[in-house]
């Protein structure tokens, strides 16, 4: 699940949690949830089996990217690039920097931006443990034409990329 800090905080972490886990959830995003400050909400989570993932981005300061990858569950969340979601041409510098900069038992996985098999294996290659796909997603699904066989299609397309890029 992602989500923002305001709707846990109104239910309560505890509750939030239980709910979260009697539902089959593994795993939260809280991207307006610093990690310096989410240590109540890490413990309930802990509590539930639920992991409680961070974002890194490749603007994100030594001393919080070692805070991160110390309090990690699940995987760290590498986010590609600064901005809004959504499919971009290439993958920048800063993203491979940043993936190299992760050192880290915690699987490391990047979005933001990804669209195509091409970037999810140049992903991979720069080491990455896995690629987030979310917006190309939505977008054949907001088309409405072809849904099925244009999803379909995406998913094999990154899966042979990735498949490529860790060659």
């Known amino acids: 699940v992602m ?6 905080f109104r239910r309560g972490h505890e509750r939030f949690a239980e709910d979260c886990a009697s539902s089959g959830i593994s795993g939260i995003i809280v991207p307006d949830l610093p990690p310096e400050e989410s240590g109540e909400l890490a413990a309930v989570c802990r509590k539930h089996d639920i992991d409680l993932i961070y974002l890194a981005a490749p603007t994100t300061a030594g001393a919080r990217l070692s805070h991160i990858t110390a309090h990690a569950s699940g995987f760290i969340y590498l986010v590609a690039r600064l901005g809004v979601t959504g499919a971009r041409a290439d993958i920048a510098d800063s993203t491979k920097e940043l993936i190299g900069r992760v050192r880290t038992a915690t699987p490391k996985a990047v979005g933001f931006g990804i669209s195509n098999g091409r970037q999810a294996g140049e992903i991979i290659r720069a080491g990455a443990d896995g690629v987030i796909v ?14 099925e066989q244009k999803l379909e299609a995406l998913a094999r397309e990154l899966k042979e990329g990735i498949r490529v890029g860790r060659r």
């Open 134 to 147: 979310g917006s190309a997603f939505v977008d054949i699904i907001a088309k409405g034409v072809d849904v």
């Open 3 to 8: 989500t923002y800090y305001n709707l846990i």
